[in-house]
C-alpha cells in the first residue's frame, strides 16, 4: 500500500506538539492518549493520518511521490514502546525515565516533522536488510 508522505509528517507535527506537552505538564493521561494515537497508527488507522486525508490532503496538489506505508506503521509501533515506557516511569514514579522515554520519541517525531527523517523508518529498512536471506 503507497501513502502520500505528507500524511506521516502532518503526524509526526502533532505528535510533536502533543509529546512537548507533556514534558512540561508531565501528565500521564495524554502521554497515555498519544499511546493509544502509536497503536492505532500501528494498525494503519491513524486519527491523525485521518484528518490529514479529510482536511489538509484535499487542500494540497497530489503528491510528486508516495511511500510504502509499512516503514511509518513500524515507526508507529516503536513510538508506542516509548510511550509504553514512559508510561511505566510515570506509574512506578520513576520521573526520569518517564520524561526520558518521552523525549526520546518526541525527538523522533520532531525529525520527522521538521526534516522529513523518519527514524522509525529507517530503523524498519535497516532490519529488512538485515534479515538473512533477503537480497541486498
Do not use: H, K
Not at 501513502?3 to 512537548?20: H, K
Not at 516503514?71 to 512506578?92: D, E, K, M, N, T
Amino acid at each position: 500500500m503507497q501513502i502520500d508522505p505528507r500524511g506521516p509528517r502532518f503526524g509526526a507535527a502533532v505528535t510533536s506538539v502533543v509529546l512537548a506537552v507533556v514534558l512540561v505538564t508531565q501528565n500521564p493521561w495524554l502521554l497515555a492518549a498519544q499511546a493509544i494515537v502509536f497503536a492505532l497508527g500501528a494498525a494503519d488507522v491513524s486519527p491523525y493520518g485521518l484528518v490529514f486525508r479529510r482536511f489538509v490532503r484535499p487542500r494540497l496538489r497530489p503528491p510528486a511521490e508516495t511511500e510504502d506505508a509499512a516503514p511509518p506503521r513500524f515507526a508507529q509501533a516503536v513510538g508506542l514502546g516509548f510511550a509504553v515506557v514512559g508510561l511505566i516511569g510515570f506509574a512506578a514514579g520513576i520521573t526520569a525515565l518517564a520524561l526520558g522515554a518521552t523525549a526520546a520519541a518526541l525527538l523522533a517525531a520532531f525529525l520527522n516533522a521538521a526534516f522529513g527523517f523518519c527514524l522509525g523508518c529507517e530503523m524498519y529498512l535497516l532490519i529488512r536488510r538485515l534479515q538473512p536471506g533477503r537480497i541486498q
